[in-house]
């Protein structure tokens, strides 16, 4: 029923005037390489025709190759189209489908994933779906075929990029700009207040970040170095700790730290082999650090996990009770 559902929603929209489309493009980066020499492992072919393939640095987000595949579920067509112009002026596109596998006419299996392009590899050019964007610089551009969208969705991509990627915004070292709303290190301030009842915790992590009040102090990690935690005390914050990796998106918020203090922390990886450390232990939604995906190490990096928690919740109760007191 939900397959025959989805198809027919799929029929309607084709009949539609206009489908709507929304663009995601990234710049100052490199593009996606790769592009003439698909049968390679490279970032083309591991965004477009590989799943569980990663060939990033331990700076890089994604670790396991699997999150790319979150952009269709915001397609009411499960169809998207990539568009490059990579570092070495090597242009490219395609579009991919990812729907049902499905017995064909000869009583075949046919494949789940379909390909625009030509025989299945990209066009060599840029996608030219509005003629109003023409990149000139390297990077890439990702359209979303009849996205689905909500009335309010260019407040809740604010929302989200805020809570999400706060520390990397606040360090200058991302800009993400949503139609006429910018989000850099000068515009926090103002759409942190603009939107204040709408965040879970980004307004306590973002007054940690700018309070003089803020207490800051270096975690040890062993014998592998350290990290870098931050703790305000205020009656009105929520008691957690933003867990952040080096890239400064945030993992998970860390609580059950003290049912008596009220506070709000920030921990920061500056630390490459700390950042190296606990990427191994991220799991593949990148919203927890499990020790047990760290292979041989589980062990050692389990316990390293663990005191890094105590460590925190000793600081947060010891700075705690001589301000309260």
């Not at 969705?153 to 990029?161: F, G, N, R, T």
């Not at 490459?272 to 191994?280: L, T």
């Amino acid at each position: 029923k939900v397959t025959y559902k989805f198809f027919q929603n799929g029929i309607k929209i084709f009949k539609e005037k206009i489908v709507p489309f929304i663009r995601i493009r990234d710049y100052n980066t490199i593009g996606l390489s790769g592009s003439d020499n698909i049968d390679g492992i490279n970032p083309w072919t591991s965004l477009i025709y590989s799943d569980g393939i990663s060939d990033k640095d331990i700076s890089s987000g994604g670790s396991y190759g699997i999150g790319k595949n979150a952009i269709f579920a915001c397609s009411r067509l499960r169809t998207v189209f990539y568009s490059t112009l990579d570092f070495d002026s090597n242009k490219a596109s395609q579009g991919v489908s990812k729907l049902i596998s499905h017995k064909n006419k000869n009583n075949k299996y046919a494949e789940s994933i379909g390909y625009y392009g030509v025989n299945q590899q990209p066009i060599y050019d840029l996608l030219n779906l509005d003629k109003t964007h023409l990149r000139t610089e390297s990077g890439t551009d990702i359209y979303v075929a009849a996205f689905e969208n909500s009335e309010n969705w260019e407040i809740d991509v604010i929302i989200s990029v805020i809570e999400n990627y706060l520390l990397s915004i606040f360090n200058k070292k991302l800009i993400i700009k949503v139609n006429e709303t910018e989000i850099n290190a000068e515009t926090l301030e103002h759409l942190v207040n603009k939107y204040s009842d709408k965040f879970k915790y980004a307004r306590d992590y973002y007054e940690v970040l700018t309070s003089p009040q803020t207490h800051t102090t270096e975690l040890a990690v062993g014998d592998t170095g350290s990290v870098e935690l931050k703790i305000l005390f205020g009656k009105n914050f929520n008691r957690k700790v933003l867990m952040s990796r080096g890239n400064g998106m945030k993992i998970y918020d860390q609580d059950r730290i003290s049912s008596s203090v009220f506070f709000a922390g920030v921990l920061i990886m500056k630390d490459e082999k700390v950042n190296e450390v606990f990427r191994s232990m991220e799991n593949p939604q990148h919203n927890a650090w499990e020790p047990n995906r760290a292979g041989a190490n589980a062990k050692k990096y389990g316990k390293l996990f663990k005191q890094l928690k105590i460590d925190i919740k000793n600081f947060v109760i010891e700075k705690g009770q001589s301000t309260i007191s």
